[in-house]
């Protein structure tokens, strides 16, 4: 059974800093990898999406990697800001389903 | 661009009750799929549907019902509520559902079960 999981569940930073955000999984079939934000009260956003095939994506500030063998995601965030502020979540897609598994979210605070 | 929308937003049933979380999505998509969220434990999935007229159990189906008649709606019914079916239920729609696609949600329905 696919399991994910994100450490750690809560993380502080000031300003400018660089953080990564980690995502494990349990079994390296997988269709893809999706990364997402969570605003308090709000729906979920996709961030990244990276494929199977894939190494990594970038966005912007945001950078995911994937490394299937090791079962591991990362999502590096360069420059944080405080509007960056939320719970980040990751998703697995197993290979022959059309489940997604998530993991329980790290949340994410950036003091100014 | 409405997107995926989701109602309502808030409701409070009576345990025994039965009540319907409405999605209606209007990108087309083929996969949708409806979640609940509790402190602690992430999203685990209820049911799916890959398309019209198909639909599939997920983690955490037991209470729950789903139909597609549509591609555009995708309703979650609650057959007799129960104070463990107190959650936030989001919907979430997919092109195919399998690897070409991202995810995109609603904003969510806070139910609360008396």
């Known amino acids: 059974k696919q399991e994910v999981t994100q450490i750690p569940a809560a993380l502080s930073v000031p300003e400018g800093e660089n953080l990564v955000l980690n995502c494990s999984f349990t079994?390296?079939?997988?269709?893809?990898l999706q990364w997402f934000r969570q605003d308090p009260g709000k729906g979920l956003t996709s961030l990244l999406l990276i494929q199977s095939s894939q190494r990594e994506q970038t966005s912007g500030r945001l950078n995911a990697s994937l490394d299937k063998s090791s079962g591991r995601s990362t999502l590096y965030i360069a420059a944080s800001q405080p509007g960056d502020s939320a719970t980040y979540l990751c998703a697995v897609l197993a290979s022959g389903t059309y489940k997604y598994i998530f993991g329980t979210g790290t949340r994410l605070k950036v003091l100014a | 661009n409405a997107g995926v929308t989701q109602t309502p937003k808030f409701q409070v049933l009576k345990t025994g009750q039965s009540m319907t979380l409405q999605c209606a999505q209007d990108m087309n998509h083929e996969y949708m799929s409806w979640y609940r969220q509790d402190p602690g434990m992430g999203l685990r999935l209820i049911h799916y549907?890959?398309?019209?007229?198909?639909?599939d159990q997920g983690e955490v189906p037991n209470g729950y019902n789903v139909s597609r008649s549509t591609t555009e709606d995708f309703p979650l019914r609650l057959l007799s509520a129960a104070p463990s079916q107190t959650s936030v239920y989001f919907c979430?729609?997919?092109?195919?559902?399998?690897?070409?696609?991202?995810?995109?949600f609603g904003e969510g329905s806070r139910l609360t079960v008396l």
């Open positions: 979430a729609s997919s092109p195919s559902g399998r690897s070409t696609g991202e995810l995109f």
């Open positions: 079994d390296s079939a997988i269709y893809n």
């Open positions: 549907s890959v398309g019209a007229g198909i639909t």
